[in-house]
């Protein structure tokens, strides 16, 4: 369990009764239902809120809106509670808007390959109501997130090396912006070269420039064959370089996914496989059926050029499903190494060429430092992820993360990456983005003034209020 | 020629001096290259600026735009001038900013497939520059335009079907901003979850934000194999149909353009060839020579289905060339038909299921008001262009254009798509960036009024001033 800290709240129950009386039942400020919409999946303290409210429409959240507007109170939307930043903590305490019960599926255009829902559905249900479509909504972070948390993040994962992250499948937004007042972005067009892209400014804001109340998303259609490929190497940079060569020659791989030799090894505990325990490819193939044999075969032959080794790929569809669940319970298996530490997810992204040297630093200073820390990474993005293993009670070892983290940080910035791939900012990499974009983060913040000048919007996040 | 008006400029020979001051040989108010920096290809009437400054170095920009802080000067940016609204009319007067000798390629990372490099880069020289690495960028909207001007409109343009728009494909850059401040958006890493988007925000702006003076770009490897194709088909609704189908089975298509019969016609006379006189797609497709021909094969069945005629593809890289060229050449051969005539190039963007209704409801009203008007359609993307042959001394066909013009975006906004795919609004679309974003451009002025409060980048475009 996270520490719990009480926000810096100046919300009188006098305001809470404003919206007990806008919102009736909708409205909850019971203490459990407090501390778990305070919560996410980090490793940061969780912050419960002065109260939670249900929204059902648009006009719910409009209401929200207008009564924290008037009353100066800060509002933080949740969706699922799956982000790894603390981005849902109430840090000022203020008004929880809960998007669960806005999760309509509104409107599938085959044609056009688009889909209008509500940012409470998440990734599984949309999936789900997709299949029999024949379509299928891509990204993928692992976590069965929100649509609307997912855009809130700038969400990507396994599958964005072929399909892009949210920001490229984002095609049209509803947002209720910190006034009042309901801006329509975007629109069911591909592209468009009308004013400024709203879409893309809202997406990755974290909630701290509005909240979305419905979003169009691009589809795809459900590849023809699927294969799936595990392949070993003897170091980080011979998979790297593979990982290179597959992109520079122009192979369509769906998913290239880097695990190295802890992740793997937590991984044959936890899931009673037998995975060589070295850095090793996971890797899936969309396409007909002849084109997803020639990418595997292309593959093979590139991986086998670096020392690959074992290259073994499948289209059958329940060894391809085990692969991935394996992937997918990285974090369970990482978990699973220490069963009383805590699990401090973090990411970084660094151009793909200096990936595995950035990989091979930090597990120097891991080991160096007896740190347990899996690493997994979406490579293809050079993307990865440290899921380190600490134990929150222990005040010398959690210092000692802190610094080994914000090395990593600080390594991935100066080869010209982020801080961030894919998590966001939250309130637990606020200094990273100053160190990553200097004079950009007064821009940002001259933009979070003109759109919400009281500052209610889930503040402490993206920047310290 | 286009209609030449005066600008409604306050700029004070005292002023002008300032600037001579500050740039020397850099200026000139050579009456000549004013009229010229004051020019687009586009229908709209010119406006030259007071003086145009050509900058060598992001400096150089600093220097410009501290002194238009100071004078409230208004500030043009001009690449290559191949914008189709207006974009460079200096409707306020001030002072261009020449950005052409800004043109230095400063660093290819073949490893990360991009490019580090100035904005007065043109499109083929960019492509020419990154041949020999086996690498090249793929946005192509026809024109050698710059990479800042097709940033600043948020260009696409024949591949984005395949490779995605200047959205997608920009991944950082430097801006100077309307107070001289230097801001770095984005980075080298593939993805970001960190800030606010600014990348974005800017990539669009039409220089009404900042100057962009540098840009890192996505590149791609040059396909092992290429193929052309050309299928003729008895309606739009079968060669859309046809389109639609093949992005429904995920071929990975690399070019998919459509050609009405009117615009057949006038290439057929132009480019000396003979085509069918009938809705028309001219393909491409990427790959290895097994899946391009794969590709071929599958889109030449679908097209059977929906009635496609003389499907004929080739790898011979001279008629591939032949082809390309008859549709680049679509515009002069659109011009040859009206030699006394200008062009009116226009562009609309719908979702694809709607796209064949919308030009035939184009082609319908234009035949009823005698209007001659070539179509060809990035249809992949929803997207089809306008080639008006008017006569700018005649009042009232310019009138009746100027109508149509409005019923057909109109028509498209209805229909759940955009006033401009990928030219921009420059500020010859203002009216209708309200009709379709409606509160979403007070949104926009919020943050037009937060960067640049003065408002002296490049006002009247996109915005009324």
């Not at 599958?159 to 949210?166: I, W």
């Not at 995975?275 to 084109?291: I, K, N, Q, R």
């Not at 075969?297 to 692969?323: C, D, K, M, P, Y």
């Not at 914000?406 to 637990?428: K, L, Q, S």
């Amino acid at each position: 369990m996270n520490k719990l800290v009480e926000s810096a709240s100046v919300v009188t129950p006098d305001i809470i009764q404003k919206y007990r009386d806008a919102f009736g039942e909708q409205l909850t400020t019971n203490r459990a239902m407090l501390d778990r919409f305070g919560q996410d999946e980090s490793f940061h303290a969780t912050c419960p809120p002065d109260m939670v409210v249900t929204v059902r429409t648009t006009d719910d959240v409009v209401r929200v809106l207008q009564l924290s507007s008037e009353h100066k109170t800060p509002v933080i939307p949740y969706g699922a509670g799956t982000s790894l930043e603390g981005s849902v903590a109430a840090l000022y305490g203020g008004v929880c808007v809960n998007m669960q019960e806005m999760n309509k599926i509104i409107d599938v255009h085959p044609e056009d390959m688009d889909v209008v829902l509500q940012p409470g559905v998440t990734r599984r249900q949309l999936n789900n109501h997709l299949k029999d479509k024949g379509l299928f909504f891509p990204v993928d972070p692992g976590a069965d997130a929100s649509v609307g948390g997912m855009i809130s993040t700038r969400a990507s994962g396994t599958t964005t090396v072929r399909y892009g992250a949210m920001r490229d499948n984002v095609m049209a937004l509803e947002v209720v912006l910190a006034d009042g007042r309901v801006v329509r972005t975007g629109s069911r067009a591909r592209k468009s070269a009308a004013g400024y892209d709203l879409t893309r400014l809202i997406t990755g804001a974290e909630g701290t420039l509005g909240i979305v109340t419905e979003a169009t998303l691009r589809l795809y259609g459900i590849p023809e064959a699927m294969a799936a490929a595990v392949c070993t190497f003897s170091s980080l940079e011979s998979a790297v370089d593979t990982v290179i060569e597959t992109i520079q020659f122009g192979i369509p791989i769906a998913r290239m996914e880097l695990l190295d030799d802890v992740q793997l090894e937590a991984i044959n505990r936890y899931s009673k496989t037998n995975y060589t325990v070295a850095p090793t490819l996971f890797l899936e193939f969309h396409g007909t059926d002849a084109s997803v044999a020639e990418q595997s075969e292309a593959v093979s032959a590139i991986a086998g050029e670096h020392g690959g080794a074992n290259f073994s790929w499948t289209t059958n569809t329940e060894e391809r499903n085990q692969l991935w669940r394996a992937r997918h319970d990285a974090a369970y298996a990482s978990k699973a190494l220490r069963p009383n530490g805590a699990i401090w997810a973090t990411d970084v992204c660094v151009p793909i060429s200096r990936l595995a040297e950035c990989i091979a630093l930090t597990r120097v200073d891991l080991d160096e430092n007896n740190l347990l820390a899996p690493i997994v990474g979406h490579v293809g993005d050079g993307n990865f992820h440290l899921v380190l293993l600490v134990d929150h009670n222990d005040v010398a070892e959690v210092e000692c993360a802190q610094k080994v983290h914000e090395r990593m940080v600080n390594r991935a910035i100066d080869m010209g990456g982020t801080c961030t791939g894919e998590h966001g900012i939250g309130y637990g990499k606020l200094d990273f983005l100053r160190t990553e974009h200097g004079v950009g983060v007064d821009v940002m913040q001259d933009i979070k003034k003109a759109l919400d000048p009281l500052g209610i919007m889930n503040p402490g996040k993206v920047f310290v209020r």
